[in-house]
């Protein structure tokens, strides 16, 4: 059972090319505290958290770039 947050399951399943079962939880800082509670074996998480949980690196699929983004309806003053 790996624990992620909802929105890489697809790249997991990909990656692995393995039938994975999952444990969804709100985010990949959560994946790796429950691991880190002997709760699960493997989280899905970024390297902040890893190192704030002290979890040991086991494999990495491929680095991508991420951001977020805020979006609006076109209407909002922009105040900074």
Do not use: C
């Not at 393995?18 to 002997?38: I, P």
């Amino acid at each position: 059972v790996i624990v992620s947050h909802p929105s890489p399951i697809n790249l997991i399943k990909y990656f692995t090319r393995k039938d994975v079962r999952f444990k969804l939880v709100n985010s990949t800082s959560q994946a790796a505290r429950k691991v880190k509670e002997g709760l699960y074996d493997i989280a899905l998480t970024n390297e902040l958290a890893r190192q704030k949980y002290g979890l040991t690196f086991v494999k990495t699929f491929k680095s991508i770039p991420m951001s977020w983004s805020l979006f609006g309806k076109g209407d909002v003053d922009d105040e900074n």
